[in-house]
């Protein structure tokens, strides 16, 4: 009895060029089209075009900038060292110093959907209803965030806008747009 062995290599019915490139044609298409979903959003929202695409360029090039507010205590941790004495390796614990946590605020994902959220709730006059919404919205997504060590606070990404939507939908479906925005960018 004779067994047949069939090696796990992956074959590619195009050359490897031609794939890359329509591999980046596709995520080039997926790109123009999630930035016209969310120009579409911005419309929605009762902001011109080209603000549309102001507002979300300054996002995406505003998460490269943090803004520190506060340095928060430094912390002392034992780290491990490997010695070498006479051939024999040992570890040794370390003491240093962590520089602490550094809470910033970031331009892209904060100061700007913060802006935005202040010009909708004034210019769609639904300040209390804002606020309900983002309260409600606040504590729900805080009482799933999780702090992680070395990350941050962490949050599922689909939480904020999904509880947002509900919340803006039952406070009034009338103004649903503006108010899932300024839930949802309170929540981040």
Request: proline letters at 6%.
């Amino acid at each position: 009895m004779t067994h047949m062995h069939f090696g796990h290599a992956q074959y590619l019915p195009i050359a490897l060029p031609l794939f890359a490139l329509l591999a980046g044609a596709l995520a080039l298409l997926l790109i123009l089209v999630q930035i016209r979903v969310l120009r579409y959003a911005y419309m929605q929202l009762g902001v011109s075009s080209g603000t549309a695409f102001f507002l979300l360029f300054a996002s995406l090039f505003g998460s490269y900038i943090n803004i520190p507010i506060a340095a928060l205590g430094q912390e002392t941790m034992v780290t491990e060292r490997e010695v070498t004495y006479f051939g024999m390796r040992y570890i040794v614990p370390v003491m240093v110093g962590s520089p602490g946590v550094i809470l910033a605020v970031n331009v892209g994902g904060a100061v700007i959907p913060t802006l935005l959220s202040i010009y909708l709730l004034t210019k769609n006059r639904l300040w209390k209803r804002g606020l309900i919404a983002i309260a409600c919205v606040a504590v729900i997504c805080h009482g799933l965030a999780q702090p992680v060590h070395g990350v941050g606070i962490a949050l599922p990404i689909f939480v904020p806008p999904l509880v947002a939507a509900v919340i803006a939908a039952v406070v009034s479906w009338k103004n649903a747009a503006p108010l899932a925005y300024a839930g949802a960018a309170s929540a981040c």
